[in-house]
């Protein structure tokens, strides 16, 4: 299994500012995801973090907007920029193990105001 | 396009009693189906991996069975306790190259 941090875990924002979200796992591993997930939803994929590449974005999620940084193996951040009250949602990263089991980080809780 | 479905949406029930948790998935080519716990404003744990070529996994009290050929998985809880009360996630891995595709979750209770 894979033990994951996010900071911050919640933080309360106004709407027109940018917020980068950090992930932190404590073993290398190749794949990261981000997930999005709003009030009283399920979980949504905005993109997937690759080490040493640009992230792959899912439809509806554009790098301008939630742009991704993996410097390393362990690592990822993401923003979350020009923030409207829509962005309000819990941002969760995830990793996966070698048989694809997937893990997740304990959740950054943003609300925009 | 896979598309997950979890039935009921909530649930409640008395502690001790037995109860099951129902996930249904359209595309049958799966790669594996994860169980998922969730607890209020907090991220997922992870209950349950079934494999594609797996039956059933257990955990305690908690046994997940995968019918890949009619798209279905139930998540059973044997003696259910308050502190069981959470929201539950299905989600299904079609590829090791795909997201995960997740349903939308059925709310537990259990009420001492």
């Known amino acids: 299994s894979a033990v994951i941090s996010q900071k911050p875990s919640r933080d309360i924002c106004q709407r027109g500012t940018s917020l980068t979200i950090q992930c932190q796992v404590d073993s290398q591993v190749t794949m990261m995801f981000w997930y999005r997930q709003q009030p009283g939803q399920s979980l949504t994929l905005i993109a997937t973090a690759n080490q040493g590449s640009e992230a792959t974005y899912e439809s509806g999620f554009v790098i301008d907007k939630f742009p991704i940084s993996r410097p390393n193996l362990t690592f990822s951040t993401l923003t979350v920029s020009n923030m409207s009250p829509e962005d309000s949602s819990i941002y969760l990263c995830?990793?996966?193990?070698?048989?694809?089991?997937?893990?997740f980080g304990p959740g950054t809780r943003l609300t925009v105001t | 396009k896979q598309e997950v479905t979890q039935i009921p949406a909530a649930l409640s029930v008395p502690e001790g009693e037995n109860l099951v948790l129902n996930c249904s998935f359209t595309d049958s080519a799966i790669y594996n189906l994860q169980w998922f716990r969730q607890d209020p404003g907090k991220g997922l744990t992870s209950l349950l991996l079934i494999q594609s070529s797996q039956r059933e996994q257990t955990s305690g009290r908690l046994n997940a069975s995968l019918d890949k050929s009619s798209g279905r998985s139930t998540l059973y809880i044997a003696a259910s306790q308050p502190g069981d009360s959470a929201t539950y996630l299905c989600a299904v891995l079609n590829s090791g190259n795909t997201p995960l595709v997740f349903g939308k979750g059925t709310r537990l209770s259990v009420i001492a």
């Open positions: 995830s990793v996966a193990s070698g048989d694809y089991e997937q893990y």
